[in-house]
């Protein structure tokens, strides 16, 4: 079994950032393929930002790229999303999962990872 755990969420204004964290246990973290999530109230669950088993590769939403940076620290367990520029339409609950699969390119739906963190909530007021 893997457990995640996310942090580092909190209420910030437009253009603030933030750093998610997302630490894990059960497993050797190096083998496996992470990435981030986010819904809305109201809205499904939509994809952020992923990254390899390395870490060396990295995929973002449109709505995310170039404001939004997944990095993943294998010797610590932990993945986290660098969040820059922050806008009210970020503003979500924030989840991690993982991947027992292998992969090089962008898993970009839920039904690709198999294990979930509880979330975190981010919000951003204008």
């Known amino acids: 079994q893997v457990q995640l755990l996310e942090s580092g969420g909190g209420l910030v204004q437009s253009g603030d950032s933030l750093r998610l964290s997302c630490a894990a246990s059960?497993?050797?973290?190096?083998?496996?393929?992470m990435g981030w999530f986010r819904q809305a109230p109201g809205k499904e669950r939509e994809f952020v930002a992923s990254?390899?088993?390395?870490?060396?590769?990295?995929f973002y939403s449109d709505r995310v790229k170039g404001r939004f940076a997944v990095s993943k620290d294998n010797a610590k367990n932990t993945v986290y999303l660098q969040m820059n520029s922050l806008e009210p339409e970020d503003t979500a609950v924030y989840y991690c999962?993982?991947?027992?699969?292998?992969?090089?390119?962008?898993?970009?739906?839920?039904?690709?990872?198999?294990?979930w963190g509880q979330g975190t909530q981010v919000t951003v007021s204008s």
């Open positions: 990254t390899t088993e390395s870490g060396s590769r990295t």
């Open positions: 059960g497993r050797p973290f190096s083998n496996y393929y």
């Open positions: 999962a993982l991947s027992v699969s292998w992969r090089s390119y962008a898993a970009t739906t839920t039904a690709e990872y198999d294990y």
